[in-house]
């Protein structure tokens, strides 16, 4: 199930990062795909940082939840370095695809998701070591087993 969950979400940003017109996607649920034969790969290199358009700083938002998810999926709550790399690799992938789609793929957006996948890596270790800890916890309050009250049988 979780692997069906991953790829259905690394499709899903497939489609947000790739749709010819995001707006059109997200308002009236139309994706509309148009190949680029000759893409211009200086796209990856533009600095058009928005920080004043809200619609901007939506999407590096989204960016941001969108990588952080799919490293959680593939790493299953885990903190797995192997998934940190695929995430990043997929991320960056996405983002040199646009430019074959008519979109507008940038480096910087490979940071914001990077940033994200480190987020979620860090939260997973965390959680890991929580679950460590609370079952180290349970287990040190439990009474041994001879201290137990024992169900043997008794021999005649």
């Not at 490293?71 to 991320?91: D, F, H, Q, W």
Request: one cysteine or more; hydrophobic letters at 45%.
């Amino acid at each position: 199930m979780r692997i069906f969950l991953t790829v259905t979400w690394a499709v899903c940003l497939f489609v947000f990062t790739c749709s010819f017109d995001f707006n059109a996607l997200l308002h009236h649920h139309q994706a509309d795909f148009r190949l680029n034969p000759s893409p211009d790969w200086s796209e990856l290199l533009k600095l058009d940082l928005q920080w004043s358009s809200e619609a901007w700083i939506n999407r590096k938002i989204g960016h941001f939840i969108g990588f952080f998810l799919l490293e959680l999926l593939l790493s299953n709550l885990r903190g797995s370095k192997l998934a940190v790399m695929t995430a990043i690799l997929y991320a960056a992938l996405t983002e040199v695809l646009q430019l074959y789609f008519f979109r507008s793929g940038r480096i910087y957006d490979i940071v914001n998701d990077t940033f994200g996948i480190l987020c979620a890596y860090l939260f997973g270790l965390m959680l890991q070591a929580y679950i460590k800890r609370t079952n180290r916890a349970r287990t040190a309050a439990r009474p041994p087993r001879s201290a137990l009250p024992s169900d043997k049988k008794q021999t005649r």
